[in-house]
């Protein structure tokens, strides 16, 4: 579902280089759960945003369900994201003038999704929300704007959820309720999730976990083994 072969990201800063993301190649299956754990400016946002084809890599290619990305044009790529890949942010992002119901309703009008109000419904229920339907993002909390945000990014029924600090503006009791409710779309609806965080506790309930410093990736079970060893 997602290749990574041979993937850095380089930047020029004055007359020095920057390697934000060492070479890395890694394959995550169908319905797999990967952690990027790490401290702030170790580079893993950075390569979220290069597996989303938000930025383009300096080296290697990323390939997404056998396409391999790097090749696209932006229209290729926006639809591609459009079919494929849901996003889940730090902020939440939400629109403050539509109700929950309304906010997770634009992208599927967008989409031209049959019976849409019925379908956004049915996504608020799903993450624990259908009493919360219509109130606006003012008058929820923010454990409840990020359930919003995850219906919303589920819309199209993407394979694949990407969720950059999903919990980095909730509480200790808000953020385990919301990786909850990821591991129960990845367990139930057989999505693929990729959770950028920095919180090592967080991250363990991942099938495959990079640890993330300097840019450079190692899993954490190989580390362990090499410790063991």
């Known amino acids: 579902m997602i290749e990574l072969r041979g993937v850095s990201k380089t930047v020029v800063s004055g007359s020095a280089s920057l390697t934000i993301v060492q070479p890395i190649d890694l394959t995550v299956g169908a319905g797999q759960y990967l952690s990027l754990v790490g401290p702030s400016g170790s580079g893993k946002s950075t ?13 290697g290619s990323v390939v997404i369900d056998g396409i391999d990305i ?7 790529l926006a ?21 929950a119901l309304e906010n997770v309703l634009v992208p599927l ?29 003012a008058q929820l909390s923010g454990g409840e ?43 139930e609806r057989q999505t693929t999730v990729v959770l950028v965080t920095h919180d090592a506790e967080l991250a363990a309930s991942a099938d495959i976990q990079l640890r993330m410093r300097d840019g450079l990736a190692e899993r954490v079970d190989q580390v362990a083994d090499e410790v063991a060893g």
């Open 70 to 76: 790097t090749t696209l044009d932006e229209d290729a």
């Open 109 to 137: 009008e967008i989409a031209g999704v049959d019976n849409p109000r019925d379908r956004a419904g049915a996504l608020l229920t799903e993450v624990g929300l259908d009493d919360r339907t219509h109130h606006y993002p």
């Open 145 to 187: 704007q990020q359930r919003v945000a995850i219906a919303r990014a589920l819309a199209n029924d993407p394979p694949i959820l990407l969720a950059d600090e999903p919990t980095g503006n909730l509480d200790s009791a808000n953020g385990r309720h919301i990786i909850e409710l990821l591991q129960r779309v990845n367990e």
């Open 47 to 59: 390569l979220l945003g290069l597996i989303a084809g938000l930025d383009v890599p300096t080296t």
């Open 79 to 99: 639809q591609l994201r459009g079919r494929k890949i849901g996003f889940v942010f730090q902020f939440f992002h939400l629109v403050p003038s539509l109700t």
